[in-house]
């Protein structure tokens, strides 16, 4: 199994800027991927932005791109979503996801909210 626990969420003002970090434990041997994904009320929950681990590939939504940046820091199994330039439709529920051969992990999720 794998475990993720994510933090960083908050209140923050049009403009300003948040980190999220997601840490991983449990069996993390075999992970091929991790991603962040947001739910904003009465929506789809939608990727934001993805890491490969092989190549170090990333993607991201349009909606984020050149605006928020993933990263990983393998010494303390923690995955990072760099927000800048937030916009009060970023405001959701932000979830780490891990995926590990053919299973998919979430965490808990944090709130991000956007607003003046």
């Known amino acids: 199994q794998v475990q993720l626990v994510e933090s960083g969420g908050g209140l923050v003002q049009p403009g300003g800027s948040l980190i999220l970090s997601c840490t991983v434990s449990g069996s993390i041997f075999g992970i091929r991927g991790m991603g962040w994904y947001r739910q904003a009320p009465g929506k789809q929950r939608e990727l934001v932005a993805g890491?490969?681990?092989?190549?170090?590939?990333?993607t991201y939504s349009d909606s984020v791109k050149g605006r928020f940046a993933i990263s990983r820091d393998n010494a303390k199994n923690t995955v990072y979503l760099q927000m800048n330039s937030l916009k009060p439709e970023d405001t959701a529920v932000y979830y780490c996801n891990a995926h590990r051969y053919d299973n998919d992990y979430w965490g808990q999720g944090t709130q991000v909210t956007v607003s003046s």
């Open positions: 890491l490969m681990f092989i190549g170090g590939i990333t």
